[in-house]
């Protein structure tokens, strides 16, 4: 029409790169939370259903407490109000952190950027180490709280010595394509890094980027550590879901279908409510009295 021009070529870039930085975390947001429990209140973080209780000593049984470490974009109750009472019924000693905190975005957490969620990761260890008085913890993680947030603890903050055992719920280990939505931020010159300033903990798990290339230069693996990986082929979050899997010693990677055909628990479900999960987690912190799990713990 008459009276209406066209924007600019660099004005309409700039347009869509400030779609792309609200829409890609939005995304994220959707596919990542929505499907997480009610928020808990601030009072109800401390202590939490017989976990967080820094006064719990590890028992002759299971003498090594459990550390659990939150999702992009859960926090240490939402994402373990079934996992840690699992645990706590079973006798360990369970507590889980908070990591990754934007400054004015409550609850959502593990967007900051993962070497720094990694410091945070190597601080709460020595702080549940010196309370129980023990030399190792296991650690318990979901998505990216199972892959690249700790293996980067273990591979560049030397935590390899206090920690006995990585056991990863759909973990973001090689990085993911997002079901091909990561693939926008290449379409845009510039997308990549500006989407990075607002949610870097979503760009580092990103194919292609540069954290993945430094963590990944490294071997999967460190010795001492066992480690168990735990996807299932129906995750949408973590895509291909293959990229969950590690190479090296002491690795067990399993596929939740392949325990039970007929579960269909996704990325939330399989870090947050899925029973042959949670049955392949106590596997891996009590490997010597381990039963293989199958259909029927998706209701015991």
């Keep these: ?32 939370a929505g499907a997480a429990a009610p928020a808990a209140t601030a009072g109800e973080r401390s202590v939490s259903r017989g976990w967080n209780d820094f006064s719990c000593k590890p028992s002759s049984a299971h003498p090594r407490p459990v550390v659990l470490i939150h999702g992009t974009l859960g926090n ?33 957490n593990g967007l900051g950027p993962v070497e720094k969620s990694s ?10 180490r010196t309370a129980t008085g023990t030399a190792k913890v296991d650690l318990v993680g979901h998505s990216q709280g199972g892959g690249v947030m700790p293996r980067y603890y273990l ?20 990085g993911t394509t997002l079901s ?21 903990g979503l760009t580092d798990q990103a194919v292609g980027s540069e954290f993945l290339k430094r963590l990944n230069s490294r071997p999967d693996t460190v010795p001492g550590v066992r480690y168990t990986v735990v ?18 010693p002491n690795v067990r990677n399993i596929l939740l279908q392949e325990r039970c055909s007929i579960d269909l628990s996704e990325h939330v479900a399989t870090g947050m409510i899925d029973r042959v999960a949670f049955k392949e987690v106590a596997n891996a912190l009590d490997p010597a009295h381990a039963t293989p799990a199958t259909c029927a713990d998706m209701v015991s």
């Design 76 to 108: 240490s109750v939402d994402n373990w109000l079934f996992l840690a009472p699992y645990l706590v019924n079973r006798g360990y000693c369970v507590f889980s952190l908070d990591y990754g905190q934007l400054p004015g975005v409550p609850l959502f």
């Design 119 to 128: 410091a945070q990761l190597s601080a709460y260890v020595d702080k549940v």
């Design 180 to 200: 091909g939505l990561t693939k926008l931020m290449d379409k845009v010159p510039g997308a990549r890094q500006a989407i990075h300033g607002l949610t870097p």
């Design 231 to 248: 996807a299932t082929k129906y995750d949408e979050v973590v895509t291909p879901y293959q990229t969950s899997y590690l190479s090296g």
């Design 1 to 32: 029409m008459a009276g209406i021009r066209r924007l600019p070529r660099v004005r309409r870039l700039r347009r869509l790169l400030q779609v792309l930085a609200t829409l890609l975390p939005a995304l994220a947001l959707v596919l990542a």
């Design 155 to 174: 591979n560049f903050l030397d935590g390899a010595g206090k920690v006995n055992s990585l056991t990863a719920l759909a973990p973001s280990n090689h």
